[in-house]
């Protein structure tokens, strides 16, 4: 069986990267999960943040960019992580043209989504023998899993709508110290129905969501970057290693040297 998933990975970068332009001879699937890039694709240029997703077409015009910008204080220091996957065959052509593809769409980091993203990459990069079938299952259900999180909560659904302002918001300040407060001060609304709102829609509150995210962001570093673990919990918005340590063992029962131990 030919294999349709070409390259994937997971890139973090804290200091300048340049993809410089080109021409896409695959598809190109990219979410960017923190932090800030800057991507043009034919001429257009946008600022990309978490949860923004971007998909290309063979033959596209693709630049990539990760640098400070110092006329925007919210943006002066360097902190862009991403899912990347290229990929092609008869099968990918076919479901590409299903529907209509933007070139740049927002999502929700779908936990499903993510974790089939992973596996692919595992079985991609990990693998001593690669098994394409097994690889070209993977990516089908991505696909379908894509799919599904592109269908967004209607406006007509208001709380659903308003909790998914809420979850994008968080999705894209996780990596940095934030309240309660700032997430119903964007959505205007009081903390109290904002939190209320929030746990209803998806049975977790923001700071448990919010950690959730921190956390799996951590794994994903330790797994595929070479920083120190002082430096993981500082990047992903946990207030102190300390408090990183705490969480992480709570959460996997595991220390993070552990786990990164035990990983490799």
């Known amino acids: 069986m030919k294999n349709e998933v070409l390259s994937c990975g997971y890139s973090f970068h804290t200091t300048r990267f340049i993809q410089s332009s080109h021409q896409l001879n695959d598809y190109l699937i990219r979410l960017q999960t923190s932090g800030r890039s800057m991507i043009a694709a034919d001429g257009v240029k946008w600022l990309i943040e978490a949860g923004d997703l971007i998909m290309l077409p063979p033959g596209s015009r693709y630049e990539l ?109 996780v990596h940095r110290s934030f309240k309660v407060e700032d997430v119903a001060n964007y959505v205007e609304l009081s903390v109290s129905r904002a939190s209320r709102i929030f746990k209803t829609c998806f049975g977790k509150t923001m700071t448990e969501y919010a950690l959730d995210l921190r956390l799996q962001s951590a794994v994903d570093r330790m797994m595929y970057t070479t920083m120190t673990l002082e430096e993981i919990a500082e990047s992903c918005g946990f207030g102190s290693y300390t408090f990183f340590h705490k969480a992480f063992k709570a959460k996997f029962g595991l220390s993070p040297a552990a786990f990164r131990n035990q990983s490799k």
């Not at 690669?130 to 269908?151: H, I, P, T, V």
């Open 65 to 173: 960019r990760i640098e400070e910008r110092h006329n925007d204080p919210s943006y002066a220091s360097i902190v862009s992580g991403d899912y990347y996957l290229f990929c092609s065959g008869t099968w990918t052509e076919q479901w590409w043209g299903r529907s209509p593809r933007p070139a740049r769409t927002r999502i929700d980091l779908n936990d499903n989504l993510l974790y089939l993203w992973r596996q692919i990459i595992s079985e991609k990069n990990g693998s001593v023998h690669e098994n394409a079938e097994l690889l070209n299952y993977l990516f089908r259900s991505f696909c379908l899993f894509l799919d599904k999180a592109l269908a967004e909560p209607s406006p007509r659904d208001h709380n659903m709508f308003t909790a998914s302002r809420m979850k994008r918001f968080i999705q894209r300040n």
